[in-house]
């Protein structure tokens, strides 16, 4: 079993969409979780930090539940520069980060 | 402010040849972790340095090696190249102290082997 599990979907959505991203890991001594966003052959961009609490930036929302060890990043009113893939991460033993393979958004007018 | 930079771009190795990547850290941060990213992969963890040692270490052969120096700088020598060596290798810098282990990526050297 993977230590991150993504659908690597694609999701293919209209501009204006609203798109909800999940995400499961299997150590639950992580302590850090982040979404990043890749575009095609660039490198990852820290998108947001998740907390337990929940939080917010802009039109992403990002929940963590740490019970079912499982992540979410929703994002509102969808833009064609959103299309990219998104890569959920967890921090394991210290500060590794450790990927999953990503989802693939693309965002179509 | 100076971000994660990495040299080259991209490098054309011959099998059992020996590579050498370089990275320079964001300003102000302190530790340096290498990325390995195959094709519709997500980045594995190489290796992570910190006050010029090695901190932890993914599950890569030792062929895979690293260096940091004084200035925080970092290189990651592969010998003994393989065909499956080819990837893009992603540097990332972060600060040790600060509590959010954030880490930020340099743009990647893309090593292709034949």
């Known amino acids: 079993r993977k230590e991150v599990e993504q659908d690597p979907g694609p999701f293919n959505v209209p501009e204006g969409a609203t798109v909800a991203f999940n995400c499961t890991y299997s150590n639950s001594a992580s302590q850090s979780f982040f979404w990043y966003r890749q575009d095609c052959r660039k490198e990852p961009k820290l998108l947001m930090s998740v907390y337990s609490s929940g939080n917010e930036d802009g039109r992403f929302t990002a929940q963590l539940n740490r019970a079912s060890q499982y992540i979410s990043l929703l994002i509102r009113d969808s833009k064609l520069s959103d299309s990219a893939t998104y890569l959920c991460v967890v921090t394991s033993y210290g500060n590794k980060l450790v990927f999953g393979a990503g989802t693939i958004l693309r965002v179509k007018s | 402010d100076a971000g994660v930079t990495q040299s080259p771009t991209h490098l054309i190795k011959t099998r059992g040849q020996q590579v050498t990547l370089r990275c320079s850290p964001k300003?102000?941060?302190?530790?340096v972790s290498w990325y390995q990213q195959a094709l519709g992969q997500g980045p594995q963890f190489i290796f992570q340095?910190?006050?010029?040692?090695?901190?932890q270490r993914g599950n890569f052969p030792d062929r895979f090696s690293g260096h940091q120096f004084p200035n925080y700088s970092s290189e990651l020598n592969v010998n003994a190249l393989l065909l499956g060596d080819s990837a893009l290798y992603l540097c990332?810098?972060?600060?040790?102290?600060?509590?959010?282990?954030?880490?930020?990526f340099g743009p990647g050297t893309r090593l292709t082997v034949t």
């Open positions: 300003s102000g941060h302190d530790t």
């Open positions: 340095y910190y006050e010029e040692e090695e901190r």
């Open positions: 990332a810098s972060s600060l040790v102290v600060a509590e959010s282990y954030e880490q930020y």
